[in-house]
């Protein structure tokens, strides 16, 4: 009986081995079971668990496919071969840098299981510019994509990465009709500052936030990335080193590479090399076998050398070229120690010490050169003065600003400046747009407040000295003016931002210089630590949360809650004097009035300002190279947007009505109608009465002096009848000589209406 069943047993093995066994040479898929060694792509399920989408390519199949090595892509210059063949494409690594894992570009022979790119996805050109090259370059690209015969077909958009307003849409979670779409990147080299920072640091913030889906690029069909820089002028570590961190952060968050970066040298041959990737690159792209993607080799240093990377990543910014990277612990240090700041500035001075971090507008950089063209002076790396056109016009007898009639500030005693040029918004009403610093955080180099208001100071009196041939201007006023008794801290970019504002304001204080800060309501931390400044106001730009992200095109994702905790915060600084400042641009932001109204019962600011936009004209408007490329343009303002002085008034009166709906105790106060802006007040500053908007300045320095706790209403002052809303001067002081412009007398007579 036994031996049949042991028979039996030993011919099922034996039936079995033969039938179903496959040797162990075939790697296996553990979710799908498929075979991945011939490169079909695995699901997106399993690319997570993997982390890579295709397998280890196996030995032979690579001498049925061209392959293109990539070692050392990110860090390398690329030589492309000159003939248009399928033949490899060799790279040349210039440097001598550490050994990275081989990344493989493939591209699958007809015949394998293959995802080809669709060919109907569209192509996006992202550029980003200072000086204009790379935009020519990017119109250069558009024009020889859309002319190739095998790419006609597909849609081919245009971009200046600095007017994206949501690079969110396109880097982090991109939209579905993204799926599949192809992003191509010309992008220049800036050792200073550039706006092409913040979006290095986004991608960058993203691959290294945990909330994050780690791989949200991984459904492009594929990206390229052209850098153009001066081998001549930056040393081979800050060579196009931009386009580097870019082509690797890329990588990093799952986009499939489908070209190597290439890099184009504009003091030397940068027109021949964008030629040859061009022409390389439109082929793959036209390739109707389909489009390779980065393959991973998998031997066992890959592992090694990706967590020496991430470990690299930790410790440092790698998205600074070397000479300029800080460690991450040193740079906390650096920018919180008061104690060290003279040795900060000693080191700020060293452009090339290996400590130091970027300065935020260095000197003879386009950003410099375009603010200081603009009528800045730069004080030292990140804050600027101006004279303002209200202080001309108060030296020479003929009105101050709104701040005269509503707070008794004269406009030639002022002084307008920031700490901070930089900003987290790209306000639509910011002509500053396209050349202004901007970031989230603080990245820059730290000058320490006494240069701040020293240098600030210098400017401003250097220009009030140049009033001085100036027909008109009062020889007494012209006296007074070379003693600043109020700051402005509003001028561009945001005040708060600068990690010493506290320190700042109290040498103003200390100079008997009153201080009006304006914030943009985007850092609640510095909000709250904020101490006593003898007006403090918040801009709202906006009622709720779409229109203000339309609006300030705020670069922080949670801007919203940020600026919902503001609100509270303001509203909890009860012995600050507050105040918001609503913007109106038309058919942006004027129309929502309840709104506004449930904004002030959360904050319950002092007062509130109306104020119609200024037009700054087109300054801000990306140019057009030529008719073929489309770039696109920022929302630029136009005369249609600024509102009339009826149409604010009628805001305003609005607004009034449903202040009081909501059982809220603030009525008109105050207008100023040459600046088209009007003032609404708690009535606690109403008294027997009277309106006491004004500030008495010298009582507010002798309360801080006092050192006691003190509020809004212990330095008030009475508004004079002139200021008064409705009166027959509207704001203006009838001690100024009014004087209108002849050409503007016909728009102003209409806009003004007074
Ligand atoms: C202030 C300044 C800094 C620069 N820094 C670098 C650099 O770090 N690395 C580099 O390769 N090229 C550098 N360049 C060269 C520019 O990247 C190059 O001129 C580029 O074409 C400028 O592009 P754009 O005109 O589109 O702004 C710098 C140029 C300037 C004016
Ligand atoms: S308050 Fe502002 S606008 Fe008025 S004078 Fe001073 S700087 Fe100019």
């Known amino acids: 009986m036994r031996l049949p069943l042991v028979l039996g047993v030993t011919f099922a093995y034996v039936y079995w081995k033969f039938c179903f066994y496959q040797p162990r040479t075939t790697t296996t898929s553990r979710k799908s079971g498929k075979s991945r060694g011939l490169g079909r792509p695995v699901s997106d399920d399993e690319d997570e668990d993997d982390n890579h989408s295709f397998d280890v390519a196996q030995k032979q199949s690579d001498e049925e496919e061209d392959v293109v090595d990539l070692t050392n892509a990110v860090h390398t210059s690329t030589t492309l071969s000159s003939d248009n063949s399928s033949a490899p494409i060799v790279t040349t690594a210039t440097t001598a840098r550490k050994v990275r894992p081989t990344k493989v570009f493939r591209r699958r022979s007809k015949d394998a299981n293959t995802q080809p790119l669709p060919t109907m996805s569209d192509i996006y050109i992202f550029y980003s510019t200072l000086t204009g090259t790379s935009e020519k370059y990017a119109s250069h690209l558009h024009a020889a994509l859309s002319g190739h015969s095998e790419l006609s077909a597909r849609r081919i958009h245009a971009q200046n990465l600095d007017y994206i307003d949501d690079l969110d849409t396109y880097f982090v979670t991109p939209a579905r009709f993204l799926e599949n779409a192809v992003y191509l990147f ?162 700020s001075r060293k452009s090339n010490d290996s400590t130091t971090k970027k300065e935020m507008v260095g000197k003879d950089t386009p950003t410099y050169n375009a603010l200081t063209k603009q009528g800045y002076t730069i004080v030292g790396s990140h804050s600027g003065v101006k004279i303002c056109r209200w202080t001309k016009s108060a030296l020479r007898g003929r009105g101050s600003c709104y701040k005269f009639a509503f707070y008794g ?7 307008e400046t920031t700490p901070s040029l930089s900003c987290s918004n790209k306000c639509v009403f910011c002509w500053r747009h396209g050349t202004n610093p901007v970031g989230t955080t603080w990245r820059w180099q730290v000058d ?79 909000l709250k630590a904020l101490d006593q400044v003898t007006q403090l106001y918040v801009s709202i730009d906006a009622s709720d949360k779409e229109s203000l992200r339309r609006i300030d095109r705020p670069l922080h994702r949670d801007f919203w809650e940020r600026f919902n905790q503001c609100l509270d915060i303001l509203r909890s600084k009860t012995r600050q004097r507050t105040v918001f400042r609503l913007t109106l641009v038309k058919g942006f932001n004027a129309s929502d009035v309840l709104g506004y109204a449930k904004l002030v019962a959360q904050a319950l600011p002092c007062f509130i300002e109306i104020k119609g936009v200024t037009y700054c004209g087109t300054a801000s408007t990306a140019s057009e190279p030529n008719g073929a490329f489309k770039g696109v343009k920022k929302d630029s303002l136009t005369m249609a947007n600024v509102p009339f002085y009826d149409e604010v008034r009628g805001f305003v009166l609005q607004l009034d009505a449903s202040l009081k709906d909501l059982g809220l105790n603030y009525e008109v106060a105050a207008e100023h109608a040459h600046s088209c802006c009007i003032l609404i007040a708690q009535t606690r500053f109403k008294i027997d009465g009277e309106w006491y908007t004004h500030i008495d300045y010298d009582r507010f320095f002798e309360l801080l002096r006092e050192g006691r706790e003190f509020g809004p209403m212990d330095y008030i002052a009475k508004t004079p009848p002139w200021a008064i809303f409705g009166s027959d001067q509207a704001g203006f002081n009838p001690e100024d000589e009014r004087v209108v412009n002849k050409k503007s007398k016909a728009y102003k007579s209409e806009q003004l209406a007074i």
């Open 186 to 347: 010309v992008l220049p080299s800036y050792a200073s500052e550039s706006p092409l920072d913040f979006f290095v640091e986004t991608l960058k913030d993203t691959y290294n936030d945990f909330r994050i889906d780690s791989r949200p690029l991984r459904k492009l069909g594929g990206y390229a990335v052209f850098g153009l820089g001066d081998r001549e002028g930056w040393d081979e570590d800050m060579y196009c080193y931009q386009a580097m961190a870019v082509d690797k952060y890329l990588g990093k968050l799952g986009a499939p590479r489908v070209f190597p970066v290439g890099t184009g040298n504009v003091s030397g041959r940068a027109n021949d090399e964008f030629e040859e990737w061009i022409k390389h690159l439109s082929d793959v792209l036209a390739d109707p076998t389909g489009v390779g993607e980065i393959i991973d080799v998998a031997d066992s240093d890959d592992e090694g050398v990706d967590a020496e990377d991430d470990a690299e990543d930790e410790a440092f910014d790698d998205t600074q070229p070397k000479s300029l990277r800080l460690s991450k612990t040193a740079s906390a240090k650096d920018v919180i120690d008061v104690e060290d700041m003279g040795a900060v500035i000693e080191r």
């Open 409 to 415: 500030i004269k406009s030639h005693l002022c002084m």
């Open 448 to 526: 320490p407040p006494e240069l701040i208001l020293k240098g600030a100071l210098e400017g401003h009196y250097r220009k009030i000295k140049q009033m001085r041939g100036v027909p008109g201007v009062q020889a007494a006023r012209f006296a007074e003016a070379f003693t600043v008794r109020h700051c402005a801290l509003s001028l561009v970019g945001e005040p708060i931002f600068y990690p010493h504002i506290n320190e700042f304001v109290r040498m103003l204080h200390e100079r008997s210089i009153s201080s009006f800060l304006v914030c943009n309501a985007q850092h609640p931390d510095q």
